[in-house]
């Protein structure tokens, strides 16, 4: 049975140095993230991102290792994050890696949206697991 929780986060994201060829530059950040609600938690992670000419689009992905407790249990797992921005219109994939849960998280899966209002960073998470 899926079990819906919505919660706020707080987010460092610390840029790292790019490669830089004479190409459109790839950049790179380092994720330090505090959950708070039913998932209390801290993750760390990577995002590479490349924005392009064109107002408003641009592309990243990312990892982060989520360490703290879901619903009561303890344990960690990995979301893996995929987006994208086409002028605007924005399409965004965050889902947990298959597998990656421990200690009481093993098995966990499951699916993240992330929403920035007036600022403050929210997370909706679906998740299945097991008994």
Partial sequence: ?????NGLF???MSPQAADEDGEAAIGRMLLDK?????????SKGQMLAHMTSTQGSAGYVAME????????????????????????????????????GT???EGLSGSMTITVIEGKHHYGFDYDLPE
């Fill in 1 to 5: 049975m899926t079990t819906h929780i």
């Fill in 10 to 12: 707080d987010v460092k």
């Fill in 34 to 42: 505090q959950f708070h609600g039913e998932l209390e938690a801290r």
């Fill in 65 to 100: 290792k989520v360490v703290g407790q879901l619903g009561g249990r303890k344990g960690s797992f990995v979301l893996q994050h995929s987006g994208t921005m086409n002028r605007g219109e924005a399409m965004l994939i965050l889902t947990v890696v298959p597998d990656s």
């Fill in 103 to 105: 200690d009481e998280l």
